[in-house]
């Protein structure tokens, strides 16, 4: 940290960086996570304007378990030793 207790530039600009990738991630996610529950659970031709208690379901538990998998995939790789 700097002299004056608050960042430096390089620390600032390292801290954007860190935060922008963390929002690409979140946004890649996001994006996989609604293409997949999508394609699973959505049919194809379109009978009605809302989605029906089927679809609901399917897209509910899809995304439980979705994040269920991320997280434990998250934790597997935290805990990795490092290189």
């Given amino acids: 940290m700097a002299g004056k207790g608050g960042p430096t530039n ?16 979140r946004v890649d996610l996001f994006n996989r996570l609604t293409k ?18 089927g679809e609901n379901s399917c897209i509910d538990r899809c995304v439980s378990k979705y994040w269920q998998v991320t997280n434990l995939v998250g934790q597997m790789l935290g ?5």
């Fill in 10 to 25: 390089l620390e600032k600009e390292q801290m954007f960086g860190m935060a922008e990738k963390e929002m690409e991630y």
């Fill in 36 to 53: 997949t529950c999508f394609e699973k659970c959505v049919e194809k031709r379109y009978k009605e304007a809302e989605l029906n208690m």
């Fill in 79 to 83: 805990n990795q030793p490092q290189m």
